[in-house]
């Protein structure tokens, strides 16, 4: 079947501008988490949902951040007047709301902040 | 909060040879130990994870220890190939879909 899909998978955008990601996660997985990864690192949590809520916002680094999710399905980051240091591959996980813990990932966005 | 920390950072092993990346977490409430692979440009790809209930698995050439009280986990690649080359990240979360905490991943490099 199909996995999780990331749109756009590039973004450039000028410092100051707002930007949307989104996350389409595999049919049927109730949770979602959305990742960082900085050039040559690890990847970095950022906020987990399950199903339309958000119980862990503990990894969004700043007010500029927010997510949402609809229908317990898409999900949509959002980050206000982008910064040169948010430049990043923002990667989407989804997984079964289930025993079994595997997140699956999606391609991811490449954002680049000029 | 968990921390988990992975070593080493780069790894070059000849063919045929045998890989050896450690992790080593904070946080004793974690139960659920995933192995990720990333090769250039792709999303991570799950290659292997265990539980706290077990301290081995093995997946054909591939195979995780864990020892829960010394809260260190290994991942043992054998007879290593040159498509193994990829970066591995380890990671730790106190399950049930929980947050995954991300060591800062052991770019391995298999020469023919």
């Known amino acids: 079947g199909a996995g999780v899909s990331q749109s756009p998978s590039n973004k450039v955008t000028e410092k100051g501008k707002d930007v949307e990601l989104r996350c389409d996660p595999i049919?049927?997985?109730?949770?979602l988490y959305w990742y960082r990864q900085s050039l040559g690192q690890g990847l970095e949590f950022l906020i987990y949902f399950q199903g339309n809520s958000a119980p862990d916002k503990s990894g969004l680094p700043s007010d500029r951040f927010s997510a949402e999710r609809t229908g317990g399905s898409v999900s949509t980051l959002t980050i206000q007047r982008t910064q040169q240091e948010d430049s990043a591959v923002y990667l989407c996980?989804?997984?079964?709301?289930?025993?079994?813990?595997?997140?699956?990932f999606g391609p991811g966005t490449r954002l680049t902040v000029l | 909060g968990e921390n988990v920390e992975q070593h080493p950072s780069t790894l070059s092993v000849q063919e045929g040879d045998s890989a050896v990346i450690k992790c080593t977490y904070s946080d004793s409430a974690s139960n659920y130990f995933p192995w990720y692979k990333q090769e250039l440009g792709k999303r991570p790809q799950l290659i292997i994870d265990?539980?706290?209930?077990?301290g081995e698995k093995k997946d054909q050439r591939i195979a995780v220890t864990l020892n829960k009280t010394a809260k260190h986990f290994s991942l043992h690649i054998t007879e290593t190939q040159p498509e193994d080359s990829a970066v591995y990240f380890c990671a730790a979360s106190a399950g049930h879909t929980d947050k995954l905490i991300f060591g800062t991943g052991t770019r391995l490099q298999v020469f023919p």
């Open positions: 049919s049927g997985h109730t949770a």
């Open positions: 265990i539980r706290s209930n077990v």
């Open positions: 996980a989804s997984s079964l709301w289930t025993d079994t813990d595997t997140q699956y």
